[in-house]
């Protein structure tokens, strides 16, 4: 640890500094685009905010991103909603992600490095990689697939996923996915938003130890989904093809180089999707060419990935960080795709498999992390972890513990360890905040705001705020930002998401503090949508579930960041007369929960309430309970004036207080 700075957990020594990729893109954009010279990160960030075009053009050519028709400037409308990106340009995402298979030199390297519960790593070749993309893009050309074209899988992360969604991407199609541990209904609610054409999918997937059939779910899908054209079977558990479907092995067998469809730079990419606290999940749709150069940005930069590199995160194909782990192809990363449970067979388990794939930048969820250090497991002292140069966390915030446990877990390794907690979501598909390789690490701090991303903390009014919590507000456009939402004709949806509170500028819903050294502190949620593993989850969902059972007359489910770094989902019911909340009915309340929705979404616990609370409106009360519930008294968590029965709030108030 550096004299120089004495509150810094963890300081890059100068050789990493100067190794470091970040380094060299500065000093280059200094010669040829007048960033800093010196000044380091700060001074780079600076730049990248106040020159943005001349930022994002540097990062382009940087990165060497293959415009198939060049274009007429950087950015055409700067406002937001609505940033027009390099209007008049045309490229294909998949074109960069198998850019290395080009190398003859590394067609027999791996891309894809596959893991299942056994922990023994699959590889897939460049080459092969390339072929099976080419195969299947044809395929899907063949049976009608034209751009713009929904395309679906329920797949849990495997490589046939990589593959499909990468020939989506090639033919100029919109990819989009759910993780097998879906119920039908919750895949249903966002599937038939986007009206897909294709359905990849499996018969099942292997969790815990166990075999999940999902036969039955994708029949219903295919039901339910009056708009495909093709259904494509992945005998994951290998039971044979369902009448009607293709087979995966016969559109993946032909040796063909694959075909990249130019789109213009903001042509939809894929969906993905954010719950609400109401109504159906928000489809938020992102551009080929919008996530290509942030993803280049935020992987080739902040996280110094490389050809060199192997890249793990944890995650399933139903969560952004699958999307942002398929992007460490466009740095000629070789990616660790894991199916399986993250703490089988024991909770070292994720760490045996950076140890088996050799991964040199680890990611996890800080959940994750707070479990090891509870289970007592000695990551450094009982895996060879000599490879990982960073071990990274999100879903929430890292508790300063964590920090802590993963600073003195890797103490006796020269160098020490590069922890990168970071901060973004769905809707950017990026990191707001978080990785940079040349800064020092503060327990429970995230390092610095990404390039080219003026993040802010404002107060109600709108007035920046310093070593203060306030409200998490982005200043300028990302690349990244949604194009729109799918089935928002006139935009007031993405509008209200984000824009409502501060016109023109973006309001992401969490509580931060910007530091006067520069770093970044997130606090939780400022909205109530549930987090949970790094997963947001709509609380309505829920509601949809559990109020069909006769014996339930009201829910509300409230997900509380715990200080310790724990997370608490309670869900309070209001039971119908003559009902009574017994052990039965609290298995059938989590039973169907978890059926319909996902073992995610089954709460902590289960309280009886004398009633849930409204607005005057008839919205239930979320926000103002969460508050209440961490410790908060009445008249500082809710408007007296804005309820319909103020008495209900005190039980809620009174649990809180208990608890704190």
């Known amino acids: 640890m550096s004299s120089a700075n004495p509150s810094a957990l963890w300081q890059p020594d100068q050789e990493r500094i100067a190794g470091a990729r970040i380094t060299r893109f500065q000093e280059w954009a200094a010669e040829h685009y007048g960033a800093p010279a010196d000044g380091g990160y700060a001074a ?60 003859p030199t590394r067609g027999g390297d791996p891309a894809l490095l596959h893991v299942d519960e056994t922990h023994e790593p699959v590889p897939v070749t460049w080459a092969e990689l390339r072929r099976q993309v080419g195969s299947l ?93 093709a259904v494509v079977h992945i005998p994951l558990l290998g039971t044979d093809a369902p009448e009607g479907t ?24 894929w969906v993905l999707y954010s719950s609400g606290t109401t109504g159906l999940p928000k489809a938020i749709v992102q551009s080929q060419g919008g996530i290509l150069v942030e993803h280049l940005k935020q992987l080739g930069l902040h996280c110094d990935l490389g050809p060199e590199d192997r890249f793990f995160w944890y995650t399933s194909t139903g969560w952004m960080m699958w999307n942002f782990l398929v992007s460490g192809l466009l740095t000629g990363t070789t990616i660790v795709l894991y199916d399986g449970s993250p703490g089988h067979p024991d909770t070292g388990a994720q760490w045996r498999i950076a140890e088996r794939t050799g991964a040199t930048l680890f990611g996890t969820s800080a959940a994750y992390v707070m479990a090891c250090r509870k289970a007592g497991v000695r990551p450094a002292r009982d895996f060879d972890l000599s490879r990982v140069q960073c071990v990274a966390t999100t879903g929430s ?18 160098g020490g360890l590069w922890m990168a907690s970071v901060s973004g ?38 007035k920046p705020l310093v070593d203060e919590v306030g409200e998490l507000v982005v200043t300028n456009p990302m690349p990244s930002m949604p194009i729109h939402f799918w089935n928002d004709p006139d935009g007031s949806r993405y509008h209200d998401s984000y824009f409502d509170t501060y016109p023109g500028v973006w309001r992401h819903g969490d509580w931060i503090t910007l530091t006067s050294r520069g770093s970044v502190v997130i606090h939780g949620r400022s909205d109530s949508t549930l987090n949970r593993q790094g997963v947001r989850m709509g609380s309505a969902d829920i509601y949809e579930v559990v109020e069909r059972l006769p014996e339930i007359r009201e829910s509300l489910v409230i997900g509380v960041e715990e200080p310790e770094g724990g997370y608490w989902m309670p869900l309070f019911i209001h039971l119908a007369p003559d009902a009574t909340l017994d052990d039965a009915l609290r298995d059938r309340i989590k039973q169907s929960i978890r059926t319909q929705l996902s073992p995610r979404h089954v709460p902590d616990e289960i309280i009886e309430v004398p009633g849930i609370p409204h607005t005057l409106t008839g919205k239930r009360i979320e926000v103002p309970v969460k508050r209440l519930l961490q410790g908060a008294a009445l008249d500082k968590a809710v408007n007296a004036g804005s309820v319909d029965n103020l008495e209900l709030l005190r039980f809620y108030e009174e649990l809180g207080r208990r608890r704190s």
């Not at 995966?248 to 990419?269: K, M, R, Y």
């Open 44 to 103: 780079l960030h600076r730049w990248s905010v106040a020159e943005l075009d001349t930022f994002w053009k540097a990062v382009t050519d940087w990165f060497d991103v293959r415009f198939s028709t060049p274009y007429a400037r950087v950015l055409g409308d700067r406002s937001m909603p609505g940033a027009e990106w390099f209007p008049g340009a045309t490229l294909n995402y998949a074109e960069h992600a198998l850019r290395a298979a080009e190398d």
């Open 137 to 229: 893009a044809a395929e899907l050309r063949a049976l009608g697939v034209r751009p713009g074209d929904r395309v679906s899988g329920y797949v849990p992360n495997i490589p046939q996923a990589v593959v499909a969604f990468l020939a989506t991407a090639a033919v100029g199609a919109v990819w989009t996915s759910c993780a097998p541990d879906f119920g039908a209904r919750s895949v249903l609610d966002r599937f038939q938003q986007v009206e897909p054409v294709v359905l990849f999918t499996v018969d099942g997937y292997r969790y815990g130890g166990k075999e999940h059939d999902r036969r039955d779910a994708v029949a219903e899908l295919r039901r339910e989904l009056p708009t495909l054209r």
């Open 246 to 269: 293709l087979e995966w092995s016969a559109l993946t067998a032909s040796d063909t180089g694959p075909v990249f469809e130019p789109v213009p730079f903001d042509h939809p990419l």
């Open 397 to 414: 915030p890292l508790p300063p513990d964590g920090f802590r446990w993963l600073h003195d877990e890797f103490a006796d390794r020269p």
């Open 425 to 462: 979501g769905t809707d950017v598909c990026s990191c707001f905040a978080g990785a940079v390789p040349t800064l020092p690490v503060h327990i429970g701090e995230l390092q610095a705001p990404g390039l080219g991303t003026d993040l802010q903390s404002w107060d109600p009014q709108g």
